[in-house]
T-cell receptor, first 112, second 110 residues
Framework: EAQVTQNPRYLITVTGKKLTVTCSQNMNHEYMSWYRQDPGLGLRQIYYSMNVEVTDKGDVPEGYKVSRKEKRNFPLILESPSPNQTSLYFC???????????FGPGTRLTVL | EDKVVQSPLSLVVHEGDTVTLNCSYEVTNFRSLLWYKQEKKAPTFLFMLTSSGIEKKSGRLSSILDKKELFSILNITATQTGDSAVYLCAVERRGDKIIFGKGTRLHILP
């Protein structure tokens, strides 16, 4: 089944403790992206990747890092999480940047 | 299993036409329904609907929710080429899970 998976689905952590949210897709898509969703703000893009080893900042990249060492995986790294990064995070992929994106199920992150 | 189904999957119309996009859902613990417009980058938020029968309007776009029949429609009147995009419907569940539909690809011919 074609899908985008994220792990973990829920995470509660404390300020400053590094964490990684994984994202994996099995559709051989070139384009992958991370978003955060906050009440009243809709989806905002954090980082995206057009292909392996090609990443770029979205609208709200501060405090996040990503890597794209292989096509199927696009982990989101928070080196030193802060409470303002408490949010619902979505990973998405598509064949290219202009195609409909397939979204993962979301990761609810709480930073205390 | 929770699901959000959008129809049609794809639609091509001429500039000036009116279009109606559909979104039906089967979701437990419904909280809200969201519409997004997705062009080349991140989807942009259009509407959030929580109550039945109350139309939300923004310029030529409007949307309404029917919680009894479990669907929503997005209307675009006097379409323009700039309306060409993928329109995403998503349902937010209590507990913060959001389920997205696959989208309707709308293409407006000049």
């Amino acid at each position: 089944e074609a899908q985008v998976t994220q792990n973990p689905r829920y995470l509660i952590t404390v300020t400053g403790k590094k964490l990684t949210v994984t994202c994996s897709q099995n559709m051989n898509h070139e384009y992958m992206s991370w978003y955060r969703q906050d009440p009243g703000l809709g989806l905002r893009q954090i980082y995206y990747s057009m292909n392996v080893e090609v990443t770029d900042k979205g609208d709200v990249p501060e405090g996040y890092k990503v890597s794209r060492k292989e096509k199927r995986n696009f982990p989101l790294i928070l080196e030193s999480p802060s409470p303002n990064q408490t949010s619902l995070y979505f990973c998405a992929s598509s064949p290219s940047g202009s195609d409909t994106q397939y979204f993962g199920p979301g990761t609810r992150l709480t930073v205390l | 299993e929770d699901k959000v189904v959008q129809s049609p999957l794809s639609l091509v119309v001429h500039e000036g036409d009116t279009v109606t996009l559909n979104c039906s859902y089967e979701v437990t613990n419904f909280r809200s329904l969201l519409w997004y417009k997705q062009e080349k980058k991140a989807p942009t938020f259009l509407f959030m609907l929580t109550s039945s029968g109350i139309e939300k309007k923004s310029g030529r776009l409007s949307s309404i929710l029917d919680k009894k029949e479990l669907f929503s429609i997005l209307n675009i009147t006097a379409t323009q080429t700039g309306d060409s995009a993928v329109y995403l419907c998503a349902v937010e569940r209590r507990g913060d899970k959001i389920i997205f539909g696959k989208g309707t690809r709308l293409h407006i011919l000049p």
